[in-house]
């Protein structure tokens, strides 16, 4: 077992990796790792991190590597937001822990997933230290793209690019990782698109499951526009609601400690100087909440965008796997009803929906207009 056993389907890129740690010659102070969401970047940059601090070189067993892995190693930085961005001071902190030396380690290692989600200000106050960092210290970013990055910066760093993992590799990873029934876990991998997190997820709870086959279901109910406007409130209620379940229960953990730690007691009225601090903490939960609907969002969109995609496949007598074969009914029956020039449109109204939702178009709106477009064409 090694660091890069979750690695999967990234056999050129983990070579490149390896290489560099075997070879200071090969050996850089900046690295982009891009790929498609699920590809791994995070897992990658981790395994990473850990075999430069790996006598071994990523051996999976020794303290390095294991508080690296558990992200507990005083040497390595870790920084993934739960915002909708990166805030600017996070990235300074970065900066200063950036120019201090290894405590222990072999090297100083920042990894920053998400290092799309800066902003161009932001990006700008790390250029400086990309240029120029200090001895020992590696920076790691991760993006879906290079193009998702400012030039400025990419240019400066060496890009390792993941591709999309073959669905029989994750399927494999769940078995032997997660213990997961080969056949579901291979039905989530191809589900989920190779999304190893999803995929995960998929096989292991049937509640997910279930609530993907709901959003599915949504291309067949809609027959008129009032049908889409129901569907997407629905779409935008279920966002919410899983947004409120997933982080309710840490929202008032998080504020009874800082409670706690302000000296104030349980019903005890809040002093006004103090009523800053909880308004910062209630204010980063509100940005925690919001980003996750847009995930659950964004996912039910792509889940909708394989069910089409699949649709066009059958249209076109394409000899490739269905990615929800599991729906090969349904999906005939859509593209019996259609022609491939209305399911390309479909999709193009997928992917322009995805596209106004990153940019802050209210949700509902969004959605409206995305499955307004999805209704059957005379």
């Not at 890009?159 to 213990?179: F, I, K, T, Y």
């Not at 997407?232 to 919410?240: C, F, I, M, P, T």
């Not at 349980?266 to 925690?288: A, F, I, N, V, Y």
Request: aromatic share 2%; glycine share 6%; with cysteine.
């Amino acid at each position: 077992m090694t660091v890069w056993d979750d690695v999967v389907g990234q056999e050129s890129a983990v070579a490149a990796l390896q290489a560099a740690v075997a070879n200071p010659a090969a050996m850089t102070h900046a690295w982009l790792v891009t790929g498609p969401p699920g590809s791994g970047r995070s897992v990658a940059a981790r395994a990473f991190a850990a075999a430069l601090q790996c006598p071994q070189g990523g051996c999976g067993v020794c303290h390095a590597c294991t508080t690296t892995m558990a992200g507990t190693h005083p040497d390595v930085t870790l920084l993934a937001t739960e915002k909708v961005v990166i805030a600017i001071d996070e990235v300074r902190d970065l900066i200063m822990t950036a120019s201090r030396s290894p405590s222990g380690g072999r090297w100083r290692v920042i990894v920053i997933e998400d290092a799309d989600r800066m902003a161009e200000r932001t990006t700008n106050v790390l250029l400086k230290t990309i240029e120029e960092p200090p001895p020992h210290t590696v920076w790691v970013l991760c993006a879906p793209s290079v193009q998702d990055v400012l030039p400025t910066i990419r240019s400066r760093c060496r890009a390792v690019v993941l591709r999309v993992p073959p669905p029989q590799a994750v399927a494999d990873l769940l078995v032997r990782r997660d213990g997961a029934d080969p056949a579901v876990a291979l039905s989530a991998a191809r589900a989920a698109q190779s999304h190893v997190g999803l995929a995960k997820r998929l096989a292991r709870d049937a509640g997910a499951r279930e609530r993907r086959t709901a959003v599915l279901s949504i291309a067949r109910r809609i027959r008129g526009v009032g049908d889409a406007v129901l569907a997407a409130g629905e779409l935008v209620e279920v966002a919410k609601a899983e947004a409120v379940s997933a982080t309710q229960e840490r929202d008032a953990a998080e504020k009874a400690e800082l409670l706690r730690g302000l000296g104030v007691a349980d019903g005890e009225t809040l002093p006004p100087r103090l009523r800053s601090q909880l308004k910062q903490l209630e204010d980063d939960q509100k940005r925690r909440a919001t980003r996750h609907q847009r995930d659950v969002l964004d996912r039910a969109m792509v889940d909708l965008l394989s069910l089409y995609r699949d649709v066009l496949v059958v249209q076109l007598g394409a000899e490739v796997d269905l990615v929800n074969a599991e729906l090969a009914e349904t999906v005939r029956s859509l593209a019996a009803d259609s022609t491939p020039e209305q399911t390309v449109r479909r999709m193009d109204s997928i992917g322009v929906a995805r596209t106004r939702l990153g940019g802050n178009v209210a949700p509902l709106l969004a959605l409206e207009a995305m499955t307004i477009a999805l209704r059957p064409q005379g």
